[in-house]
């Protein structure tokens, strides 16, 4: 195995282990589950405003900034796909987070660590459709992507 | 006190989201193409996420009240239904479009790439209209 691969492997999961400890300390300051998208949902509609939802959200990014600015953690080289598929992508998600009620931290990280059976269920349903669409996208219909410009 | 706890657990995921390459949507394509060059590696993320809460919650369940607020906001529901399956198969899709699933995507920000913010201003907008159809459902 090659010393990328490798460290790829260690970033992973040090990467995991604190998204693990930034759920648990959210859950134990403030009893709350750190799932995304519904704690973005409720920082733009819930009232009264509890001000910790936007902080909580604005240090996602100061965090990132820190890992990449700090530990000097190589920036991504971004997507070379279209605007047209960041909205349509967009979109989906969306409107797949509010009707199923979380998203890969809510449900994958945090549901499943209560063991909630719905969340579980909710995993492996992402996972799985994500799998599939990148199976569509890249092999049984490559250039889709390509041709939404 | 709140809100320091709120941009302290952000903080600590955002750097994890880009330390783990969960903000390369690459790497997040890459692994989710398991039927062509497959990046296994950020299979570990989830896997130490969920090592570290499946340990943790049930430790703090055992004190009667987190320390800044009055009660544990577990969530209750237990039952499946259509839309939890539609929900999570559109979201799985609108993921495995471009790479970017929500936390990432706030995260990513950060690298200056209009597309990011269209897909979040999309990502709003298809949470309001999800919300405006559900809005006589229980």
């Known amino acids: ?149 | 006190m709140k809100a320091l706890a709120g941009l302290c657990s952000g903080l600590i995921f955002g750097f994890g989201l880009a330390v783990s390459g969960m903000t390369d949507t690459n790497k997040v394509l890459g692994f989710l193409d398991v039927f062509g060059a497959w990046q296994a590696p950020l299979l570990l993320v989830m896997g130490s996420a969920v090592l570290v809460t499946l340990i943790g919650f049930p430790l703090l369940k055992r004190r009667a009240r987190p320390f800044l607020a009055a009660s544990f906001q577990f969530p209750q529901r237990t039952d499946l239904d259509r839309r939890l399956l539609l929900g999570a198969t559109l979201f799985g899709v609108g993921w495995g479009l471009y790479g970017y699933c929500p936390g990432p995507a706030l995260a990513g920000v950060i690298y200056g790439s209009v597309d990011t913010v269209l897909f979040l201003m999309a990502m709003v907008f298809g949470m309001a209209v999800a919300t405006y159809l559900t809005r006589n459902a229980p």
């Open chain 1, 1 to 149: 195995m090659s010393t990328a691969i490798n460290g790829d492997l260690a970033m992973a999961m040090a990467g995991g282990l604190l998204i693990g400890v930034a759920a648990l300390t959210l859950m134990a300051l403030l009893g709350r589950v750190a799932g995304i998208s519904g704690i973005t949902w409720a920082a733009l509609t819930a009232k009264p405003r509890e001000n910790w939802r936007w902080l909580f959200l604005a240090g996602l990014p100061l965090g990132a900034a820190l890992a990449h600015g700090i530990i000097g953690v190589p920036l991504p080289q971004g997507s070379s796909l279209s605007p047209t598929v960041a909205i349509l992508a967009g979109l989906l998600v969306g409107l797949g987070v509010r009707l199923g009620n979380g998203c890969t931290s809510g449900h994958g990280v945090c549901g499943i660590g209560l063991l909630s059976p719905r969340s579980i269920i909710a995993t492996l349903t992402f996972m799985t459709a994500g799998v599939v669409t990148v199976l569509m996208t890249r092999h049984l219909v490559p250039g889709v992507l390509g041709a939404m410009s």
